[in-house]
């Protein structure tokens, strides 16, 4: 059953008239300026639009609905109240330009938030204001510049980043002014330690990694790694993606880590919202401190509050957003850090690992094979299918699929790129053994129907609102908005 | 209080499947001269119960202030229905939609989202957005270097007339590119940009133009001049709009003879909350040219394998995750949440209803307008025509006027002096549709009473 699109519930003349101001209004713009096209939006009441986008809603998994490992996204249970108090009136109506005077409340908040993340990464700063993961890594590598360049040191054009990483890193190396170097991966999933010798020198500006990395492995050669590039005159970078892995067991900060970005959507479970927003705090070293994008919250000795800008920052890389970033989510994120406490941000990595490790050796015990079977999982881990692809010629989008038939949420496949037909599988915390045991049973299933009849495999999901979808027709007739006249 | 829903009995079966003595020794991996202690300064948990009470107490301090004050983020009433909506945990809780036959109601919503900006700004494509307006216009900038293959200089003529804080942004983010801005000053009578500012330009190599609508003081540019000023001289226009002035005001895809290039804005306006400066998001439109060029998630309509229509991301070969070190931005998220808010918000409103809250906020700012010029020692400062904001020139510092208004529950306005030092004892003040009379009575009259003491000094 296909839902319309709600510019096919349109009928011109239907408003939902009670939403918008009353009577007949005195203004008007210039003739030279008026508008001579219609709007393009749909013209329904306000039931209509209440009822399409809650039939919408209802064609989508989430975690509130399905068990949902996506790999490297920590899709963990977003509590209801993070929503709900983010929300209150009062923070809802603060202007981003309030008087300080009539903003400690929301203030007090912003600051707690800060030092929890302090301590928690043990980091000497914290900058709240990036709005995503991606922004979070261009305020970090924009200060390593910053540093660099502070220190007359200008020659350093590259920033290392192993071949395992996130795309958005040697994206961002790029966006900062970089050259990204690749350093291969050994085949325990470390850092292949000899060839980021042979590439660090008088160029190297830092490095870039995850810990675990995006192969579910801790990089055991970290302390190694970091005395390394130190010596070079490089910083190091962590990208916070696997933050849930480690959190209060070992802290970026203990491990060497000049800069750090944090994803608080993933970590501290605020909402994904279906692709955003996100949040990408940074903390920083000692010696990046002065770099910090602006602007920071500060406390007076007489326990107020203010913004910390330009003035107080003169070396800051500057301001990423037009306010303070994604204001609303780091409530979110405070209410989710209050909650847990300190004992709770132990719990929170113990139980991610326990979940990960019991699904990796249940899923081993089925016959799957974890990419790097001789290592423990972080709170994250990588079966590949290289095997049953030589075999029967299941690839990873068929399990995907499958599982979808099964009702749960693929987990990441085909990242990390180096491992062949790969699921990244993250279960986090918060899943109780039963969801787990439901995944492994289907993942069993598929594995049989695989052997018994691979065409019906290839031909899922058959259970969903559609049917596998022909993506290079969308790439090639390219289809972006709704033309009624091309329609007809 | 983690969320943990393991009982002792799982732990334990759970151990034994791994064949691992304990949860600790799951971390043997991890060098133990690494390991942490045990966090001290972060405080202990609390139930939901208690962490509630704090957070009403830590708003309640804030209370609900009257707000006459735009400045980039602008309160409009949103319906009910959007939020409970969005809050559902089918829209609240799912991510990305990689896995797209299980997120069509996600990627509906943003092909919808992306019909609507075309519609309202007057452009073929749309992205599936950005993170808010100022990193939305550092994104456009970046685009059209991209896209404008014929020029060679970087340069970007940025009129002063920008909010300063989108120029410090696009100058965080475009700087380590070499992208060079140029400022093109404003005519302190009309606060709009003249076309003599860019005379001196003409001829040179310009990769594009950035024109604001209305400007950071409220007024309407001369968009077709400045339009065509960009075509003859080989610039992209990058129109930098508000949404809502859009529903009265002609299209940037017919701006001056063939529309402008490029559109971006902040879309708070649009069923956003002001909550304290975010989540807010970007929308960027381009002609169909560009496309390619452009940056951020795009979903295209398609046919599944029976033929049947559905919807998908699509052109993902722009993005990082494939080009990694090429991509046309890092950017990986959208604001997907804000996005679905935006959509809904749109759609009960519809083009009659967003035409009414551009026109009630356009007449309310008026009424401010015309009501605080009629006290001693207030004046208008520029004669362009106006949206919904409007600068007053005051014989008396600003700030402490502001800074006694919100002691008396009134956000007044944003002084201007800071950043535009020109700009003395100026006050930026906005009245929307959620203004009544009585509220914009209560701002004159306790400014009044304010006022006074300075005014007899």
Known sequence: MTEPLIFEHSRPGRTAAAQFPAGDIDAAVPAELARTSGLGLPEVSELQAVRHFTRLSQRNFSIDTHFYPLGSCTMKYNPRACNRLAMLPEFLSRHPLAPVSASQGFLACMFDLQEILKEVTGMKGVSLTPMAGAQGEFAGVAMIRAYHEARGDTERTEILVPDAAHGTNPATATMCGYVAREIPTDANGDVDVEALKAALGPKTAGIMLTNPSTLGVFERKISEISKLVHQAGG??????????????????????????????????????????????????????????????VGKAADDSYRWLDEDDLPQSIGRLSGFMGNAGVLLRAYVYARMLGRDGMHRVAEFAALNANYLMARLREAGFDPAFPDRRASHEFIITLKRQNKSVG???????????????????????????????????????????????????????????????????????????????????????RYQPEAAA | MP???????????????????????????????????????????????????????????????????????????????????????????????????????????????QTMMCGLTGLDVSNA?????????????????????????????????????????????????????????????????????????????????VIPHPNFFGCFEAVDQLTDWAHANGALAVALVNPVALALTRAPGEWGAQGVDICCGEGQPLGSPLSSGGPYFGF??????????????????????????????????????????????????????LVTAATIHMSILGPAGLQQVARASMANTRKLVDALVELPGVEPVFSGTRFHEAVLRFDQPVRPLIDALGGRGIVGGYALEPVYPELKHCLLVCATETKTDADIDTYVQTLAALMRPASAA
């Open chain 1, 235 to 296: 910083l190091l970078y962590y990208d916070g993606a696997n933050l849930n892995a480690i959190l209060g067991k070992v802290r970026p900060g203990d491990m060497g880590f000049d800069v750090i970005h944090m994803n608080l959507h993933k970590t501290f479970s605020t909402p994904h919202g279906g692709g955003g927003p996100g949040s990408g705090a940074v903390g920083v070293s000692e010696r990046l401190l002065p770099f910090m994008p602006i602007p920071v």
């Open chain 2, 129 to 209: 957005s950005l993170y808010d307006g100022a990193t939305a216009l550092a994104e456009a900038l970046l685009m059209a270097v991209r896209a404008n293959r014929k020029s060679k200089s970087r340069r970007i003529l940025m009129p002063r007339s920008v909010a300063p804080v989108y120029r410090q942004v696009v100058e965080t983010i475009c700087s380590t590119q070499g992208l060079q801005l140029v400022e093109l000053a404003y005519d302190p009578a009309t606060g709009t940009t003249p076309e003599a500012a860019l005379a001196e330009h003409a001829g040179g190599d310009i990769t594009a133009v």
């Open chain 2, 284 to 337: 960027m439109t381009c002609k169909q040219a560009l496309v390619r060029q452009l940056p951020g998630r795009i979903v295209g309509r398609t046919l599944d394998l029976d033929g049947k229509p559905g919807f998908a991301l699509t052109l993902q070969a722009r993005e990082q995750h494939i080009r990694r070190g090429k991509a046309t931005s890092n950017i990986c998220t959208n604001q997907g949440l």
């Open chain 2, 3 to 113: 969320f943990i829903p393991h009982t002792e009995s799982d732990v334990e079966q759970m151990l034994g499947a791994i064949d691992a003595p304990s949860i600790e020794a799951l971390f043997d991996e991890i060098p133990a001269e690494l390991r942490c202690g045990r966090l001290d300064r972060v405080p202990e948990g609390m139930t939901e119960m208690e962490i509630t009470r704090l957070m009403h107490e830590r708003a309640d301090a804030d209370g609900r202030p009257l707000n006459f004050i735009g400045a980039g983020a602008y309160e409009h009433h949103v319906p009910a229905a959007v939020w409970e909506i969005v809050s559902r945990g089918e829209f609240y809780s799912a991510y990305t939609p990689y896995q797209a036959e299980a997120s069509q109601g996600t990627l509906q919503v943003i092909y919808e989202f």
């Open chain 1, 394 to 480: 299941v690839t990873a989008t068929d399990v995907a699929k499958r599982l979808l038939d099964h009702g749960f949420h693929a987990p990441t496949v085909y990242f990390p790129l180096l491992v062949p037909e790969c699921l990244l599988i993250e279960p986090t915390e918060t899943e109780s053994k039963e969801a787990l045991d439901g995944f492994i049973d289907a993942m069993i299933a598929i594995a049989e129907e695989a052997e018994a009849d691979i065409e019906q495999l290839r031909g899922a999901p058959y259970t969903m609102p559609v049917r596998r979808l022909d993506d290079v027709r969308a790439a090639r007739q390219l289809d972006v």
